[in-house]
């Protein structure tokens, strides 16, 4: 018998999120635009329960009083994705990197595409920062919750960086400015 699959709708300023996980760990969080987007498989179950402690550290990272999660994951892939993931984990807030730069991380200097690839199938957007991952010559490139909510997450986290202790206040139900 497999594992039941929980899922709640939980508003951010990049719009109303899609949190799915198990009882004991989050394995997707899921934007209301860009080019993936997902909604609820018919067997899921709609619960608030199993994702408290996200919401409060999602909220927290909103606020700017957030700079890395510490949650119970379970994001299904491969191997080499994986190991990209756990890469985007160690991006430091604020700051960005190339996907070149990742693959070098990960010991793999010329799986620069295929990084980009893992990047790009990333399910836990936000706590996975693959947001943080930028082109070669510094342009923002290739989010699956669309530019704009990428460009509103860096800015966040450049606020939050230049101003540590003054969390910053999100808008809800639109993109920070």
């Given at each position: 018998?497999?594992?039941?699959?929980?899922?709640?709708?939980?508003?951010?300023?990049?719009?109303?999120?899609?949190?799915?996980?198990?009882?004991?760990?989050?394995?997707?969080?899921?934007?209301?635009?860009?080019?993936?987007?997902?909604?609820?498989?018919?067997?899921?179950?709609?619960?608030?329960?199993?994702?408290?402690?996200?919401?409060?550290?999602?909220?927290?990272?909103?606020?700017?009083?957030?700079?890395?999660?510490?949650?119970?994951?379970?994001?299904?892939?491969?191997?080499?994705?994986?190991?990209?993931?756990?890469?985007?984990?160690?991006?430091p807030y604020g700051e960005t990197v190339s996907y070149g730069e990742v693959a070098r991380r990960i010991g793999r200097p010329s799986a620069v595409r295929?990084?980009?690839?893992?990047?790009?199938?990333?399910?836990?957007?936000?706590?996975?920062?693959?947001?943080?991952?930028?082109?070669?010559?510094?342009?923002?490139?290739?989010?699956?919750?669309?530019?704009?909510?990428?460009?509103?997450?860096?800015?966040?986290?450049?606020?939050?960086?230049?101003?540590?202790?003054?969390?910053?206040?999100?808008?809800?139900?639109?993109?920070?400015?």
């Open positions: 018998m497999s594992e039941a699959t929980y899922y709640t709708r939980v508003p951010s300023p990049l719009g109303l999120l899609l949190l799915v996980g198990t009882a004991d760990a989050l394995t997707a969080i899921w934007l209301p635009s860009g080019r993936d987007r997902l909604e609820p498989d018919p067997d899921w179950i709609e619960s608030d329960a199993p994702f408290a402690e996200a919401v409060r550290q999602l909220d927290a990272y909103f606020a700017g009083a957030l700079r890395r999660f510490d949650l119970p994951l379970a994001p299904e892939g491969t191997p080499f994705q994986r190991q990209v993931w756990q890469a985007l984990r160690e991006i295929a990084v980009g690839a893992a990047n790009g199938q990333n399910p836990l957007s936000i706590v996975i920062p693959c947001h943080r991952v930028i082109g070669s010559d510094g342009r923002l490139v290739g989010y699956g919750g669309g530019l704009p909510a990428k460009t509103a997450l860096l800015e966040l986290e450049r606020r939050g960086a230049d101003a540590p202790d003054r969390p910053v206040r999100p808008r809800q139900g639109a993109l920070f400015a």
